[in-house]
DNA sequence: ACCCTCACCTGCACGC
DNA sequence: TGCGTGCAGGTGAGGG
């Protein structure tokens, strides 16, 4: 599920449900899941610890503990936060599970097992590999208008490839980079450097606004851990893409077909109409 | 230093 | 019904 705007509702859900809870104890039924700890060092590191804060770094979630541990977790393709009560039984692919004072259970569920979870020192959080190298967040400051200029004036690489390196520019996945380009009225295709100064400005405002519609839009209030399902993306959101998965669809704009190539392994939806080369 | 390809997994929709 | 194929929202290792 999750490009930023989602994992930022999981940060959110996280804090309303599981902030300040106890974790009495844990199981993890799938070691690479916490690779390179052991289960026996995880499990033991984590009893009796206390959920101080959880913050998002990027696509990571920053589960911070009371015994200056963070639990950092990347649910990469297909991975869930749920909170099950008592009689609750365990769903499948459920990898962790985090057993809380109050008998509920925190329990990470990852169908395709993309997911991982780093147990570390608080202070060493930005030495982490993956998240050292992130560019800033889409809404400070630092990602200004002349970053952008200046990342983009670097690269060869087309756009949709770009948008999508996180190290590059932060929070965009294969869905929002695709809304983003089509609201900017960019090309997918076209070469980084290649992009003028006017466009640059309109692409580095449509990745806000795509962000920031999804961050703020109608789902977040309703987006709960004791109700797993709704957490997805499209319908469950209420949203509807204006390109993403709309292939031979028209247009909202301007009525053409919507095209979709594959594109290093990846589907890039634009139209052809809108987003001239 | 950069950029590309592939690998990591399960499950679903599709066509034969 | 069953089986093969392609596809799915993310990243990182390895190689050119």
């Not at 670097?154 to 996180?166: F, N």
């Not at 449509?206 to 997805?232: K, Q, W």
């Amino acid at each position: 599920m999750p490009e930023l705007p989602e994992v930022e509702h999981v940060v959110r859900a996280l804090r309303r449900s599981v902030n300040g809870s106890r974790i009495v104890a844990s199981e993890v039924t799938l070691p690479k899941l916490i690779s390179p700890l052991s289960t026996a060092v995880f499990n033991r590191k984590l009893k009796n610890a206390r959920i101080t804060a959880v913050n998002r770094r990027g696509k990571y979630i920053l589960i911070e503990l009371d015994n200056r541990l963070t639990l950092a977790v990347h649910l990469r393709m297909t991975g869930q936060f749920l909170v099950l009560k008592p009689d609750d039984e365990l769903p499948r692919h459920a990898h962790a599970v985090f057993y809380l004072e109050d008998e509920r259970r925190l329990v990470f569920r990852d169908q395709r097992q993309f997911g991982v979870m780093k147990l570390l020192a608080s202070s060493r959080i930005n030495t982490l590999k993956g998240i050292s190298e992130l560019a800033p967040e889409p809404f400070s400051d630092e990602f200004s208008l002349a970053y952008l200029k200046e990342t983009l004036a670097k690269s060869r690489r087309t756009l949709k490839t770009l948008l999508l390196d996180q190290t590059r520019v932060l929070g965009l996945g294969n869905i929002y980079a695709a809304e983003a380009l089509f609201r900017a009225r960019i090309n997918p295709f076209k070469i980084a450097s290649e992009l003028s100064t006017k466009r640059v400005t309109r692409l580095h405002q449509a990745i806000r606004d795509v962000l920031r519609a999804a961050v703020s839009g109608n789902s977040s209030s309703r987006i709960s851990l004791e109700n797993a399902e709704g957490f997805s993306y499209g319908e469950a959101f209420g949203r509807i893409w204006q390109v993403y998965e709309r292939e031979g669809e028209p247009c909202f704009k301007c009525g053409a077909r919507i095209r979709r190539l594959t594109h290093g392994g990846r589907s890039t939806y634009w139209c052809p109409t809108c987003q001239r080369r």
